[in-house]
């Protein structure tokens, strides 16, 4: 199927599905937003019913609901919240063929409330498909014990999952198989292209601005494009509207500030505003490490980062908004004497969100620029480098149909890439590119009457331009809800993209984080496992996604999820490691695979998912378990890459005391097989002939290298780490509060190993016991 052939198929459904929508008149509708009254900030997932029936919906990450298809008359709409806020009650009467628009504002409970009548979660679980995704809050977040007393993403990641992290110090995360190029990650809409620094207890995210993340490991719908593994989709949070407040966090690994407030207040009978919110991490391990943890180098450890990002909100009366934004973010890595890395990245843009007035359509959408540059140099090496930088805009309409929903739209991606790299052989590989992609969908939401069956369909097709590639891509999500407690979901689909990473699967350790348009010169054919040699009839990466579970309500407390998958990496693009000839006519009799900067590989990845979850009160337990099986085929031998970690479970427990809550323990306990290696087959001196055919090889020293034993893989030894953390929280006046934390990562200084370095023949742990303290103030 062409571009064209599949941009008119999803004309043709949203048209047909619109004008089905449109024939009934005969009823209202009423639709709004709900704000928390305190700050002005939207209330995530809070379910809004007519009381005395089963009509309603759930608010959204704007806040926002749409209950259509209401029968003329006088109603009640209520909102029943479990969160401390008060039980809300609004009276209205509407007429056929009306629209009308609601604003309703939470008020904080006095009373604490023994139990919640109507559960908004147990709403979503039935209503929602929720296929290989995990909702993240920051109130989720800080129940993990952190690194510096302050929550932070990539530590909450590394819990979920599905999820493989390799190291501390330069290690990736890897989801359900799929490498770190292939997790698109965007915040507010915007493409962050390394939102991970080097020292990986970090993220470039601040938590206390995050309103919602969420991160799909699988089966997602066609509202994301250009990925093949997984999404990581992070919504940040208006600045308080109602008065101006901040936070200030220092700890040993950094500080940081974040301002929030009005410049326009929220004020009673009046609903525009507009806000601001700015935030700024800084570490300064470098010089604090010298003196608080030389024994782990006397050195200090060399990792250190600034995070910038702020961010205006205007809102109207109806409650359309647009949100302006940029950051800064930077890392930077200083090994004496063997290497020194830096990258920057920065950018901005906006968000919009309109509600237009006789219309029950939203239409939401972005516009933003974003840039990543990274350069390594090691020592005795030349320089690498790369750099990215672009531009994305969409924009999404969503039509609302009682429970039913469709949802299509348009996203526009470009970019330039700028690569320069040699490999190990010291052969030159290099590439400047500029591309765009074009992508449109469309999604449609089915709940049965009695909300029974869930079917999520969706089509999406993406046109890559300097590719001269099409790929049309169906997907589809389901729930069947077979009791109120027991639920079973499934997801498939076809994913393709466009961008590869600038290094290879096989790099257990590589701080060098950079990003390639997918290559043109690629072999025209490939071997596939069996043996046959098949024609590349394509220049895109692809795969596709399997995945069934089931839902368990054990207990009115704990939960049990369960899931199955299979991704199918049909076509993979990697760095031709083995390159030692140009690819020009003198060496055209020579194999592919010796001379092509780029190699096809294909690959498989499936596994199991087990998570198990009790939340109540003071009291939150949740265990994951994961079992995974990944597999590379290169064209010569089935490879494990070295993330393919067998077993790995994590065990957290956070649990609030004293008389007035204000003590917390926090606790993690991760456990995971040890990842897969080649033992080295034997020792060699390596003369690299700069010179070409000139070279004296008699007169020239080599360096000592290595060959890999490649009739068999062993594993490294199994890893395991205990985090705990205590904080201690003081009320010191209405708004303005003061926590204490202290804690201590790997408490009983497990020995886990990073790596092996084979030239030096020795062995680099990961990070050992690291005991830390800090003080936060929110005021």
Do not use: C
Not at 152 to 179: E, S
């Amino acid at each position: 199927m062409n571009f064209k052939k599949s941009i008119l198929v999803i004309i043709g459904i949203v048209t047909s599905t619109f004008i089905f929508a449109q024939q009934n008149s005969s009823t209202g509708t009423v639709r709004g937003f709900v704000y928390l009254k305190e700050t002005g900030e939207p209330q995530l997932f809070t379910n809004v019913i007519l009381k005395g029936t089963t009509i309603g919906n759930a608010t959204d990450v704007n806040g926002y609901f749409s209950i259509t298809k209401i029968p003329p008359g006088s109603y009640t709409l209520m909102i029943a919240s479990g969160l401390g806020y008060d039980t809300l009650q609004e009276n209205f009467t509407v007429k056929a063929g009306e629209i009308i628009n609601k604003k309703l504002y939470l008020v904080k409970s006095n009373v604490k409330l023994k139990e919640i009548e109507i559960s908004a979660e147990q709403e979503e679980k039935q209503t929602e498909t929720k296929v290989s995704v995990n909702k993240i809050d920051p109130i989720v977040i800080k129940k993990l014990p952190t690194v510096g007393g302050e929550p932070d993403l990539a530590q909450y990641l590394q819990v979920l999952p599905g999820v493989v992290f390799t190291g501390d110090q330069g290690g990736q995360l890897y989801i359900r198989g799929g490498a770190p190029i292939q997790n698109k990650v965007l915040l507010d809409g915007m493409v962050v292209y390394n939102p991970f620094h080097s020292i990986g207890l970090f993220s470039v995210f601040d938590a206390d601005i995050i309103r919602n993340a969420d991160v799909y490991s699988g089966g997602f719908g066609a509202e994301y494009g250009g990925r093949i593994s997984s999404i990581m989709d992070i919504t940040t949070r208006d600045g308080n509207k109602k008065r101006v407040g901040g936070k200030l966090a220092v700890s040993p690994f950094g500080a940081k500030v974040l301002a929030e407030g009005p410049l326009k207040k929220l004020k009673e009978g009046a609903n525009s505003s507009i806000s601001f919110i700015l935030s700024a991490k800084t570490s300064y391990l470098p010089t604090t490490s010298k003196a608080l943890y030389s024994y782990i180098d006397p050195n200090g450890l060399p990792f250190s980062f600034n995070d910038y990002y702020g961010k205006i909100s205007f809102n109207s009366n109806n409650g359309s908004k647009l949100n302006l934004f940029g950051f800064n973010f930077n890392d930077r890595v200083n090994y004496k004497a063997l290497q020194e890395m830096k990258w920057d990245s920065y950018g901005g843009g906006g968000n919009f969100l309109l509600v237009p007035q006789n219309s029950p359509i939203l239409v939401s959408g972005n516009f933003a620029y974003s840039q990543y540059g990274i350069k390594l140099k090691p020592e005795g090496e030349k320089e690498k480098s790369s750099k990215i930088r672009g531009f994305n805009m969409g924009v999404n309409f969503t039509y609302f149909m009682s429970r039913n929903e469709l949802n299509y739209g348009v996203e526009i991606n470009g970019f330039t890439t700028d690569f320069d790299f040699y490999n190990s052989l010291n052969r030159r590989i290099s590439q400047k590119e500029n591309t765009t992609e074009i992508g449109g969908f469309v999604k449609y939401k089915f709940v049965s009457k009695r909300k029974k069956l869930l079917l999520e369909p969706s089509f999406r097709i993406q046109y890559y331009a300097s590719l001269k590639n099409t790929s049309p891509e169906p997907r589809i999500g389901l729930k069947y809800n077979i009791t109120p407690r027991i639920r079973f979901k499934g997801a498939a689909g076809m994913y393709s993209q466009n961008l590869i990473a600038a290094n290879s699967d096989r790099d257990v350790v590589n701080l060098f984080y950079g990003f390639l348009s997918g290559p043109d010169n690629l072999p025209e054919k490939y071997t596939d496992e069996n043996g046959n040699v098949k024609d590349v009839n394509h220049k895109l990466q692809k795969a596709n996604h399997y995945i069934v579970g089931f839902e368990f309500d054990l207990m009115k407390h704990l939960d049990l999820n369960i899931e199955a998958y299979r991704k199918d990496f049909t076509q993979l693009t990697n760095l031709n490691t083995n390159k030692i000839f140009e690819d020009t006519p003198d060496n055209s009799a020579k194999p592919d695979i010796y001379k092509k900067d780029f190699i096809i590989e294909t690959g498989q990845a499936q596994g199991l998912d087990v998570v198990l979850k009790y939340d109540r009160k003071r009291l939150y337990l949740w265990f994951v378990y994961s079992l995974t099986y990944v597999t590379r085929w290169d064209g010569l031998q089935t490879y494990r890459p070295h993330f393919d970690r067998r077993h790995n479970a994590n065990i957290v427990a956070s649990y609030t005391f004293g008389k007035n809550l204000n003590w917390e323990i926090d606790a993690r306990w991760n456990i995971g097989s040890g990842f897969p290696f080649r033992p080295t087959g034997g020792f060699y001196e390596d003369l690299n002939f700069q010179d070409g055919i000139t070279t004296d090889y008699t007169g020239t020293n080599g360096e000592l290298n290595y060959y890999f034993d490649n009739s068999q893989t062993k594993e490294l030894p199994w890893y395991h780490r205990l985090d705990i953390n205590i904080k201690r929280t003081f009320l010191l006046f209405e708004n303005t509060k003061l926590e204490t934390a202290v804690g201590a990562t790997n408490v009983y200084n497990r020995e886990n190993i990073f790596y092996f370095d084979r030239v030096q023949y020795k062995r680099v742990n990961q990070l050992p016991l690291l005991p830390t303290a800090s003080i936060i103030m929110t005021f």
